[in-house]
């Protein structure tokens, strides 16, 4: 292993090297590597182009993360797992097509690396299966400068499967918290541990190059051997990095209480204020089960705990998220993807084969556009590539389904109280329309393999039926024709639409103890 600093890592890499990088958003992220690398392309014009791949997103849609080989003859193809936080220079080149983009799923590419690692061909897997990700669809890629097939529908012991291809891994760019002389790497204060391994071993298998970013260097032999995640005969070189290119997340410099050194009493959860959003959640809560292994998506799903720790209810909730994290109370906007008092942290991609496996028994997921065969849309809009993330992984082997969302979008606006639902002003776009830009979760298929799918809104509430979406509630006091049919592209099956609990629009509520046990 040798120590060498961030401007020294460019002459490290060929051109037209393959890149794995390790990260999600900014946790576990090499930033001070990446920016030492574009310091170098920019000097002399090398590495020429790249490619990079990433089991997630990678940077903070702002100064860090891929921003830093956004530049043209830099890189010449991209392959994440997500999109969104890759930044404005990054998702200009993908929209303009000056460069190769794919995305495939956060977990299959995860599960990937482990295949690369053991000299298999590739990961054989059934999900993406009916989606965008599908050969037959769009086969993951995100612009008309993707031509390459990187994934093959195959029939395999009378099954259909999907096939991604072991690409050759040159350079393996990971971070850790403290390594010693040795390069034996730990990953004490990092959120989650993802899969910084089977990334260093994928490179070795072809001869490649392991560089890694830490806090600090100790002396060998001073760390204890189960704290060593990455073995140092993996690592290379080391790039100590400073604090601000070091972030533990997003928003958040270090913070114990995020990596399980120190729990932390949880009554600082400060109620959501009463909105579209806490409505939603409220309504979402009444299908948790008690003791139920739950997954929680980004955004509205993510105040479901704290709906339920305002009504007393948090004990019955058994939360996962696909980052590894299990237990606890999992963390919202720039901390997504740790928890508050884990009770365990495992490697992403055995996380995502307990998913795989239909370990889970239900997830509450986002939603932004819905069709009548009950196809969703969450990974690309107008053209804009946002990508899948987990969903797709999570939502073909999970047998309950709560996606949750507003019914329209843009400029909406609403008033709620006592018990009513009253609409101001509508947004000016559908959700629910004719048919979804991308298909990211496939409706049919999943009726056909009779998965439990709720939609929830604000104001109305569907479940998928073999034949489409079905109206089962809306909101008290509101129009079914003027405020619900009006703004949908298709007119969904209505046979019994009841009325959505009024104490979910009220100040207080005090019935989500009720409904949970209720199940």
């Known amino acids: 292993m040798q120590v060498i600093t961030a401007d020294q890592v460019g002459p490290l890499i060929p051109d037209h090297a393959t890149i794995f990088l390790g990260g999600l958003a900014v946790t576990s992220l090499p930033?001070?590597?990446?920016?030492?690398?574009?310091?170098?392309?920019?000097?002399?014009?090398?590495?020429?182009?790249?490619?990079?791949?990433?089991?997630?997103?990678?940077?903070?849609?702002?100064?860090?993360?891929?921003?830093?080989?956004?530049?043209?003859?830099?890189?010449?193809?991209?392959i994440a797992g997500h999109f969104g936080q890759t930044g404005k220079e990054m998702m200009k080149m993908v929209f303009d097509g000056e460069v190769e983009a794919y995305n495939f799923p956060q977990g299959s590419l995860s599960h990937l690396t482990r295949q690369i690692a053991n000299k298999s061909p590739g990961l054989l897997t059934q999900v993406g299966l009916g989606t965008f990700v599908d050969p037959r669809y769009e086969g993951g890629k995100m612009n008309a400068a993707s031509t390459e097939d990187l994934v093959k529908a195959v029939e395999f012991d009378g099954q259909e499967w999907l096939f991604y291809r072991s690409p050759k891994i040159d350079v393996a760019i990971i971070r850790g918290t403290v390594c010693d002389e040795n390069g034996n790497l730990t990953l004490d204060k990092e959120g989650?541990?993802?899969?910084?391994?089977?990334?260093?071993?994928?490179?070795k298998r072809w001869g490649g190059v392991?560089?890694?970013?830490?806090?600090?260097?100790?002396?060998?032999?001073?760390?204890?051997?189960?704290?060593?995640?990455?073995?140092?005969?993996?690592?290379?070189?080391?790039?100590?990095?400073?604090?601000?290119?070091?972030?533990?997340?997003?928003?958040?410099?270090?913070?114990?209480?995020?990596?399980?050194?120190?729990?932390?009493?949880?009554?600082?959860?400060?109620?959501?204020?009463?909105?579209?959003?806490?409505?939603?959640?409220?309504?979402?809560?009444?299908?948790?089960?008690?003791?139920?292994?739950?997954?929680?998506?980004?955004?509205?799903?993510?105040?479901?705990?704290?709906?339920?720790?305002?009504?007393?209810?948090?004990?019955?909730?058994?939360?996962?998220?696909?980052?590894?994290?299990?237990?606890?109370?999992?963390?919202?906007?720039?901390?997504?993807?740790?928890?508050?008092?884990?009770?365990?942290?495992?490697?992403?991609?055995?996380?995502?084969?307990?998913y795989d496996g239909g370990g889970l028994s239900a997830s509450f997921l986002g939603l932004a556009q819905v069709d009548h065969h009950g196809n969703v849309n969450v990974s690309k809009?107008?053209?804009?590539?946002?990508?899948?993330?987990?969903f797709i992984n999570i939502t073909r082997s999970t047998p309950n389904l709560v996606f949750c969302g507003s019914f329209t979008a843009g400029g909406v606006?609403?008033?709620?109280?006592?018990?009513?639902?009253?609409?101001?002003?509508?947004?000016?776009?559908?959700?629910?329309?004719?048919?979804?830009?991308?298909?990211?979760?496939?409706?049919?298929?999943?009726?056909?393999?009779?998965?439990?799918?709720?939609?929830?809104?604000?104001?109305?509430?569907?479940?998928?039926?073999?034949?489409?979406?079905?109206?089962?509630?809306?909101?008290?006091?509101?129009?079914?024709?003027?405020?619900?049919?009006?703004?949908?592209?298709?007119?969904?099956?209505?046979?019994?639409?009841?009325i959505m609990d009024p104490g979910i629009f009220s100040e207080t509520w005090g019935g989500l103890a009720a409904a949970v046990n209720a199940h």
């Not at 053209?383 to 987990?390: A, E, I, T, W, Y």
């Not at 979804?436 to 039926?465: K, S």
């Open 31 to 78: 930033e001070e590597i990446l920016q030492g690398l574009e310091r170098h392309f920019l000097a002399t014009g090398h590495p020429q182009m790249v490619s990079t791949w990433a089991c997630g997103a990678v940077g903070n849609s702002g100064e860090a993360g891929m921003k830093h080989f956004a530049h043209k003859g830099m890189i010449k193809r991209v």
């Open 192 to 203: 989650v541990l993802l899969e910084q391994l089977s990334i260093a071993q994928a490179a």
């Open 210 to 354: 392991v560089i890694c970013q830490v806090e600090q260097i100790v002396q060998a032999g001073s760390l204890h051997p189960k704290a060593v995640k990455v073995p140092g005969f993996l690592v290379d070189y080391v790039v100590v990095a400073k604090p601000e290119n070091h972030m533990q997340t997003i928003a958040t410099q270090y913070n114990p209480a995020l990596c399980g050194n120190i729990r932390v009493p949880l009554g600082h959860l400060e109620p959501m204020p009463l909105d579209e959003r806490k409505v939603i959640a409220r309504r979402a809560a009444m299908e948790v089960r008690p003791g139920a292994i739950t997954n929680l998506g980004i955004g509205i799903p993510a105040g479901i705990p704290t709906v339920a720790a305002e009504e007393g209810v948090s004990d019955l909730l058994k939360l996962s998220i696909e980052s590894g994290v299990n237990g606890g109370v999992p963390a919202q906007l720039g901390d997504f993807g740790l928890a508050y008092n884990a009770e365990s942290i495992i490697e992403q991609s055995f996380q995502f084969d307990f």
């Open 381 to 390: 809009f107008s053209g804009r590539p946002v990508g899948c993330g987990g």
């Open 413 to 498: 606006e609403l008033k709620i109280g006592g018990g009513r639902l009253e609409i101001v002003k509508e947004g000016r776009n559908k959700k629910f329309i004719d048919r979804v830009e991308q298909v990211t979760f496939n409706g049919h298929d999943a009726a056909l393999r009779q998965q439990n799918v709720i939609f929830i809104t604000e104001r109305a509430v569907f479940h998928l039926r073999p034949e489409g979406l079905e109206l089962t509630e809306i909101a008290p006091d509101i129009d079914l024709e003027r405020d619900v049919l009006a703004h949908m592209a298709f007119k969904p099956i209505m046979k019994d639409v009841k």
